[in-house]
């Protein structure tokens, strides 16, 4: 999967069927907070968003960042992928 990571508009993007789907996301020291996805009305492939995420998750990892996430369906994901559990910042809990 491409994604783009437009620092300008503080979005990971990517596109499916020629739409554009965006993961928003904010910095602060060596953190990443992902805070909203974005998809197209009526999108609704789960699997495509856990791969964007999984995707997002390697970026993270070669960046040394730790994710913080805002949005309840990303916390959702580090639930059901307790891999990635090494990616949050001390005292956070999913």
């Known amino acids: 999967m491409e994604i783009k990571d437009n620092a300008f508009s503080r979005q990971f ?3 499916v069927d020629g739409k ?7 910095f602060q020291e060596k953190k990443i907070f992902l805070t909203r ?3 197209p009305e009526g999108f609704s492939d789960e699997e495509f968003i856990n791969e964007l995420l999984r995707t997002i998750m390697a970026n993270a990892y070669e960046r040394k960042l730790k ?8 916390a959702a994901f580090f639930r059901k992928n307790p891999t ?3 990616l949050l910042p001390p005292g956070i809990k999913i």
């Open 67 to 74: 994710v913080v996430p805002i949005l309840p369906k990303i």
């Open 84 to 86: 990635y559990k090494d």
């Open 20 to 26: 554009l789907i965006t993961v928003e996301y904010s």
């Open 13 to 15: 993007e990517t596109t």
């Open 37 to 39: 996805i974005n998809t």
